[in-house]
């Protein structure tokens, strides 16, 4: 692979397209738009190319989950702290909170939607209901819903 050819996998990786990253990096002032964008295309199609770009984007995708767990771990961490030797009851409780909401223990569940009905098939509910009151009624004892 050709130190072009990485700059150009690099450049991908970092989140910058073809055709982008085909100008920085090769002269490209004598050619059309079209031109460059296939000449971007046919770069990035290079086997030895789509495996490096592939490669570097694996990586920082792995770097970022590593920082994102090492951010949570931190923030965790200190809430801890604040949980056990906060200043006040009200940020000690505050951190007990915060740290419950990590792992699920204050999740609000919304109430069940009612499924829509339609005028008839409400009606006919009704008259259902109605009818068990008037049976139930009759027969001196409470409806059973």
């Known amino acids: 692979m050709t130190e072009k050819q990485e700059r150009f996998a690099h450049l991908v990786a970092e989140g910058l397209n073809f055709s982008a990253a085909y100008r920085e990096v090769y002269d490209t002032s004598d050619m059309s738009q079209p031109s460059v964008w ?23 995708q792995e770097e970022e ?9 931190r923030v965790t961490a200190h809430l801890e702290e604040m949980m056990t030797s906060g200043a006040s009851e009200s940020t000690r409780l505050r951190a007990a909170e915060l740290l419950g ?20 098939e409400l009606e006919a509910e009704l008259a259902k209901r109605m009818e068990k009151l008037k049976v139930a009624g009759s027969l001196g004892g409470r409806p059973n819903d």
């Not at 989950?65 to 771990?73: E, G, K, N, T």
């Not at 204050?106 to 109430?111: D, L, N, T």
Request: hydrophobic share 40%; no cysteine.
């Open 38 to 60: 296939r000449e971007a295309h046919r770069l990035s199609r290079n086997e030895k190319v789509a495996m490096r770009i592939a490669e570097l984007v694996a990586a920082r």
């Open 101 to 120: 909401k990590t792992v699920g223990l204050f999740i609000e569940k919304a109430p069940p939607k009612d499924e829509e009905r339609s005028l008839a």
């Open 65 to 73: 989950r590593l920082q994102a767990h090492i951010r949570a771990y």
